[in-house]
């Protein structure tokens, strides 16, 4: 159980289009889910909690009109990059909490890889 | 959260116990030590988690100083398939929305 995909597994694009990141939890509930970035040999970085019918809160430094968070519904989010560039060129990582069990573990998607050209 | 230290780098020959050390000096009485793991091209992945007492599922072990200020990660028979990156991270509290946050973790090699 507890299963998180993420749809596309990887996907290229032209630079000034954007792409939409499809992140759904199979087998449980999410009233959160988490969206991560990973650049090559580099750790993971947290860039916004997403939250089941309000606003995603994002971290600092990362641009909340670039990166569009929608969680409509407790069993998907969506990262959309909009006007997409080669510099956002990375892995991106979703993850979501079982809201129906008491230990706050994270499971995490197996991530989508862009590129952008 | 509080912040944790790992060597960047271990290796391991097959078949063999692994110890991953992780530090966190300036843990909190109210943080939970976690440690995931991610293998190449994936997402992260649960391994275990403890407080205060060590800890043993079908994946590892956790050994918790008794001061808390530092833990072990043990694999008690590595395999090529453990090869992996592997972060300790401290959270608050054991229910919540908090975000994990990660550190640079230690990459961990197996030689077969």
């Known amino acids: 159980g507890a299963v998180v995909s993420q749809h596309p597994s990887w996907v290229i694009c032209k630079s000034g289009t954007s792409v939409k990141i499809e992140c759904r939890s199979l087998?449980?509930?999410?009233?959160?889910m988490f969206w991560y970035r990973q650049f090559p040999k580099q750790s993971l970085m947290l860039m916004a909690t997403?939250?089941?019918?309000?606003?995603?809160?994002?971290e600092q430094g990362v641009e909340k009109d670039k990166f569009l968070i929608n969680h409509a519904s407790l069993t998907l989010s969506t990262l959309t990059v909009t006007s997409a560039h080669p510099e956002d060129s990375s892995f991106y990582i979703c993850?979501?909490?079982?809201?129906?069990?008491?230990?706050?573990?994270?499971?995490f998607g197996p991530g989508t890889r862009l590129t952008v050209l | 959260d509080a912040k944790t230290t790992q060597p960047n780098s271990m290796e391991s020959n097959e078949e063999e116990p692994v110890h991953l050390p992780c530090n966190h000096s300036?843990?909190?009485?109210?943080?939970?030590i976690h440690w995931y793991r991610q293998l190449p091209s994936q997402g992260p992945e649960y391994v275990i988690h403890?407080?205060?007492s060590n800890v043993n599922n079908r994946m590892a072990s956790l050994a918790i100083a008794e001061d808390r200020k530092s833990s072990t990660l043990i694999l008690h028979r590595a395999t090529l398939r453990d090869a992996a990156v592997y972060y300790c991270?401290?959270?608050?509290?054991?229910?919540?929305?908090?975000?994990?946050?990660f550190g640079k973790g230690t990459r961990l090699s197996v030689i077969a």
């Open positions: 993850s979501a909490r079982d809201s129906g069990r008491s230990y706050n573990e994270q499971f």
């Open positions: 087998d449980f509930q999410a009233t959160t």
């Open positions: 997403s939250n089941e019918g309000s606003k995603a809160t994002y």
């Open positions: 300036t843990i909190s009485g109210t943080d939970y």
């Open positions: 403890g407080l205060t």
């Open positions: 991270i401290l959270r608050v509290g054991f229910s919540g929305n908090t975000p994990l946050v």
